[in-house]
């Protein structure tokens, strides 16, 4: 397909696990986001990677999360020791080069810690 | 603290009638503005992009940026059911790679 692929659609973890969320990009598209949307409430920015380069991490909400674009293509999210607070829908987009570029959602991953 | 704020809703409109969405935000350097649809369940798909002052129209939807007032609305003409759904605004500063930041959206719902 044409769009961004986010892998797996729903997730389940016990509390403690370690998960890992993967996000295929738009092809061509050299700028990543990941994105934390929780129930009711608008996305909000984790990280950006521009190719392989993660240029702004400034969003993670812990060191326990963790994300890589190894080969500026794919990228994974990691969660380390999952909370209960991590359950959201994690979301990722991607764009062209050039400032202000309309940025296209992958239909995301959701995450619920029990 | 960069903000965008919206109504949460709902907004209730009949089918066929003008649905009106506003957003404000803080960040006086924004430059890029965009609103996304977002179905229950469904990632947000974009639906318009603004950039300059005034009106931009897209089939039924029309996007109005005022950077003067920080403000930026979209409007719905002969709503249909399927467009209830949850609208977010999203601005950011137009620079590469800078992230887009939401409003917490509004939800809309159109009887029929």
């Known amino acids: 397909g044409a769009g961004v692929s986010q892998s797996p659609r729903y997730k389940v973890a016990k509390r403690g696990q370690d998960v890992a969320l993967r996000c295929d990009p738009i092809s061509g598209h050299v700028s990543l986001f990941w994105y934390q949307q929780a129930l009711g409430q608008g996305p909000e920015f984790l990280t950006y990677f521009q190719n392989e380069a993660q240029l702004d991490k400034s969003g993670l909400p812990s060191d326990r999360f963790f994300a890589e674009r190894p080969e500026g293509s794919v990228s994974t999210l990691k969660i380390q020791r999952t909370q209960q607070e991590d359950s959201a829908v994690y979301l990722c987009?991607?764009?062209?080069?050039?400032?202000?570029?309309?940025?296209?959602f992958g239909d995301g991953t959701r995450l619920s810690i029990l | 603290q960069k903000e965008v704020e919206q109504n949460s809703g709902p907004l209730s409109v009949p089918e066929g009638a003008i649905a009106s969405l506003n957003c404000t935000y803080s960040?006086?350097?924004?430059?890029?503005f965009f609103w996304y649809r977002q179905y229950s369940g469904k990632s947000p798909e974009l639906i318009m992009s603004i950039y300059s002052n005034g009106d931009k129209e897209d089939g039924r939807f029309t996007a109005q940026l005022n950077k003067a007032s920080q403000y930026v609305s979209l409007l719905i003409r002969d709503s249909q059911p399927s467009d209830s759904a949850t609208y977010l605004c999203a601005v950011n500063i137009g620079q590469a790679g800078t992230a887009l930041i939401f409003g917490k959206g509004t939800t809309l719902s159109v009887s029929s």
């Open positions: 987009a991607s764009t062209s080069a050039g400032g202000g570029q309309p940025q296209h």
């Open positions: 960040d006086r350097g924004s430059q890029s």
